[in-house]
């Protein structure tokens, strides 16, 4: 069956550094496009990043555009997402999921499966 399995998350301070990895299983990976999302304490839902089938295109949240970088090696089933210069307001859980194209979408009937999340706090 398809798994999705976030980790890298952690503490971290103020303009610190966190690599999150999601290693996927149980479909072919570089079929599909991947976005990260993330929820914070008392809010929606908010896309991060998002990278095509072929990484031949990648999507950033306006929040996160400079800071934050996605890819992924489809050789090893991961995508990744590298945060640089985090900020106290990227503190939320982060996930992982699977979108049902090969391009990435913000809708989110475009994705059938998710992570359980990576929980990301940033504090001094």
């Not at 306006?62 to 503190?91: H, W």
């Not at 982060?94 to 049902?100: E, F, L, M, Q, T």
Request: overall charge neutral; proline content about 3%; glycine content about 12%.
């Amino acid at each position: 069956q398809v798994q999705l399995v976030e980790s890298g998350g952690g503490l971290a301070q103020p303009g610190g550094s966190l690599r999150l990895s999601c290693a996927a299983s149980g479909f072919p990976f570089s079929n599909y496009a991947m976005t990260w999302a993330r929820q914070a304490p008392g809010k929606g839902l908010e896309w991060v990043s998002g990278i095509y089938s072929d990484s031949s295109g990648t999507y950033y949240a306006d929040s996160v555009k400079g800071r934050f970088t996605i890819s992924r090696d489809n050789a090893k089933n991961t995508v990744y997402l590298q945060m640089n210069s985090l900020k106290p307001e990227d503190t939320a859980l982060y996930y992982c999921a699977k979108s049902r194209h090969y391009f990435y979408t913000t809708d989110r009937d475009g994705y059938d499966y998710w992570g359980q999340g990576t929980q990301v706090t940033v504090s001094s």
